[in-house]
């Protein structure tokens, strides 16, 4: 025996209930679905590529030619934020500035710390009247500066490429706050790939 079942949400009976696809929900349900699960995947993707970029690491394009030989205009580089929140700036590392009155960041090395007298005779770096040795390869140009006595929290860099760079033989010492980070990592192009 048939029963006949009514649908409690119309006067219906089975026969005559209209088909699934009809029933089902509609258009904006199904789109505010998708848009729901994809917020879940994309949300805290963001959020966790937020948090690597404002305290953990960015990634940085090198300008111009002020760090030839060791680093080129446009190879990529990532740079490590965390670093300098455990310890200082160390001589020799490689390290972003970010200074107000110029539009790009800078890429230099760090030549001279606080509270060192630098200065330049014919072309050698003399950090509190020795010689500092440069291991890495750089423009050799013979030029003079006069000793100059960092303050705290200030630091004396240049570009590798002396000859051809802006640095703080010009714009003067910088201050701490900034330096973005330490070059860690030449990404790009891929047969170039240096941890630093």
């Not at 590392?93 to 090395?109: A, G, N, S, T």
């Not at 051809?164 to 790939?193: A, C, H, M, Q, T």
Request: net charge negative; proline share 9%; no cysteine.
């Amino acid at each position: 025996m048939w029963w006949k079942i009514v649908n409690p949400e119309s006067n219906l009976t089975p026969e005559q209930d209209p088909p699934a696809e009809a029933r089902s929900p509609g258009f904006g349900a199904a789109l505010w679905h998708a848009v729901q699960e994809a917020l879940q995947v994309m949300l805290p993707a963001l959020v966790l590529a937020m948090v690597v970029h404002l305290f953990l690491a960015q990634a940085t394009v090198v300008f111009g030619q002020s760090m030839e030989p060791n680093l080129h205009a446009n190879q990529r580089l990532i740079v490590d934020k965390l670093s300098y929140k455990l310890h200082s700036p160390q001589r020799d590392e490689i390290v972003v500035v970010d200074r107000p009155d110029m539009d790009e960041m800078l890429v230099k090395r760090i030549i001279a710390l606080p509270g060192e007298t630098v200065e330049i005779r014919r072309g050698i770096v003399y950090v509190n009247g020795q010689a500092v040795p440069e291991p890495y390869p750089h423009d050799l140009s013979e030029y003079d500066m006069r000793p100059l006595r960092l303050e705290p929290l200030s630091y004396f860099v240049l570009g590798d490429n002396r000859g051809n760079s802006n640095d703080s033989r010009y714009f003067g010492p910088i201050k701490r706050e900034e330096i973005i980070g330490r070059v860690w990592v030449r990404y790009w192009p891929l047969d170039k790939f240096t941890l630093f």
